[in-house]
Structures are given as C-alpha cells and as structure tokens.
C-alpha cells in the first residue's frame, strides 16, 4: 500500500499532507508543511522583495 506514498521534494520526508512547490522554487513534486515554510520565508525575505515588504 505504499506505492502512493509521497516524499517531500526537499527533505525527503514522508508527507501527511503535501504543500505544492512554486514554479518560481524551480522544484519539482511536493514539499513538508516545513520545508514549504521555509520556502516560502526565503521567497518573500529575498532581498529584492524586502522594501515591498516593509511597512
Ligand atoms: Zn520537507
């Protein structure tokens, strides 16, 4: 029964639920609710982005 088991695209974990990649994030599959995080937080702090952020 785990030929549908799906591992996180960067840390290789097992996925209880998976998070779609970013096109943007040049990964393919589907990432750990953690490693999506951390995707996530280096896409918006990338330094292009940090006066946009700003308030
Ligand atoms: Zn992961």
């Known amino acids: 029964m785990d030929?549908?088991?799906?591992?996180c695209a960067l840390?290789?974990?097992?996925l209880t639920?998976?998070?779609?990649s970013m096109s943007e994030?040049?990964?393919?599959g589907y990432l750990?609710?953690?490693c999506?995080?951390?995707k996530?937080?280096?896409?918006y702090i990338?330094?292009?982005?940090?006066d946009i952020v700003k308030r």
């Not at 639920?17 to 779609?20: L, N, Q, T, V």
């Not at 996530?40 to 896409?43: C, G």
């Open 25 to 28: 994030w040049n990964i393919s």
């Open 40 to 43: 996530l937080s280096e896409f």
């Open 17 to 20: 639920f998976r998070y779609k």
């Open 3 to 7: 030929k549908n088991e799906l591992k």
């Open 32 to 34: 750990c609710g953690v």
């Open 46 to 50: 990338s330094p292009d982005r940090r």
């Open 36 to 38: 999506y995080d951390k």
């Open 11 to 14: 840390c290789g974990n097992k």
